[in-house]
């Protein structure tokens, strides 16, 4: 630094600021007449001012390119916000929009079964895991749920209540091992129970077992509850046979039931809490 200022071009930097100077000083004094000292300054300013109008500009222009950036920014958070509410809106259309659906179609299956007390209720949790073998729902004796009472989700059958507290009530479903139903192939009329097993589970299927070897239900048909036992109402779905298999234990068949409704993917259902027959043959015993 100390060697710049003893230098040449730094004396030569002062010679020209007062040499401006000097000539700004005479331009003042001259009242705007023009010199060649005046038309010199302003050949020598005029560039200087012009990039200082340049950068006064730019410098404008990336104020208000802050400014906007904040508002965009302002802007787009405002409409996320948005775009949350009206997701959160169709998410409570698409729930309102099922249960009307559900609704309308347990109007039909009511209709049609005029002894029917339905009760609604929510799945609100699963015992065991991905399996769907048991399902919690939100009503319980409170609601006039009881033990043995079906679970339907419209013509289809879902289950069984197994267990009822004051506002909750545990339900096993056709997936459950522990389940037995004694059902109808609606074509042949052949009776038979059905169940599950852990191999089948898996799949998602349930068993129509201990059928004739020689039977005559095949890939297709549709199983439904016989009535047979009061715990279930005559004609409700389990489901349609997806294959025939010999037991390889006893001298009998069975048929794999794809169950009709999709145990895993169900939101809300319908606990039937009384109908014509319900119990029967318990009080008979």
């Known amino acids: 630094m100390l060697q710049f200022l003893k230098g040449r071009k730094f004396r030569t930097f002062l010679v020209v600021i007062c040499a401006l100077l000097s000539g700004s000083v005479l331009a003042m004094v001259s009242?705007?007449?023009?010199?060649?000292?005046?038309?010199?300054?302003?050949?020598?300013?005029?560039?200087?001012?012009?990039?200082?109008?340049?950068?006064?500009?730019k410098v404008e222009i990336a104020g208000s390119y802050f400014k906007s950036s904040a508002s965009y920014k302002n802007e787009n958070e405002r409409l996320k916000q948005k775009i949350a509410e009206y997701e959160n809106q169709l998410a409570q259309y698409g729930d309102m929009a099922q249960k009307i659906s559900s609704y309308e179609t347990m109007l039909g299956v009511k209709e049609?079964?005029?002894?029917?007390?339905?009760?609604?209720?929510?799945?609100?949790?699963?015992?065991?895991?991905?399996?769907?073998?048991?399902?919690?729902?939100?009503?319980?004796?409170?609601h006039n749920i009881s033990a043995k009472d079906p679970v339907v989700m419209g013509n289809y059958l879902v289950g069984?209540?197994?267990?009822?507290?004051?506002?909750?009530?545990?339900?096993?479903?056709?997936?459950?091992?522990g389940i037995n139903i004694s059902a109808i192939e609606s074509k042949t009329r052949e009776v038979a129970y059905v169940t599950t097993d852990l191999e089948h589970i898996k799949n998602g299927f349930c068993l129509m077992e201990s059928l004739d070897r020689t039977t005559s239900i095949t890939p297709g048909g549709l199983v439904v509850t016989s009535g047979i036992?009061?715990?279930?109402?005559?004609?409700?779905?389990?489901?349609?046979?997806?294959?025939?298999?010999?037991?390889?234990?006893?001298l009998s068949s069975y048929a794999v039931i794809e169950p009709g409704v999709e145990i895993g993917g169900i939101e809300d259902v319908f606990v039937i809490t009384a109908f014509e027959g319900q119990g029967i043959e318990e009080i008979a015993d």
Do not use: M, W
């Open 31 to 57: 009242d705007g007449a023009s010199s060649p000292v005046s038309n010199a300054v302003s050949v020598i300013f005029t560039p200087v001012q012009k990039l200082a109008d340049v950068v006064s500009d």
């Open 112 to 142: 049609e079964n005029p002894d029917f007390e339905l009760c609604s209720a929510d799945i609100i949790g699963t015992d065991d895991g991905d399996l769907f073998t048991t399902l919690i729902i939100n009503k319980g004796s409170n």
């Open 160 to 177: 069984i209540v197994k267990k009822v507290h004051p506002t909750y009530s545990v339900v096993e479903t056709i997936l459950n091992p």
């Open 229 to 250: 036992g009061g715990l279930y109402p005559k004609g409700l779905i389990i489901g349609s046979v997806k294959e025939i298999s010999e037991s390889k234990f006893e």
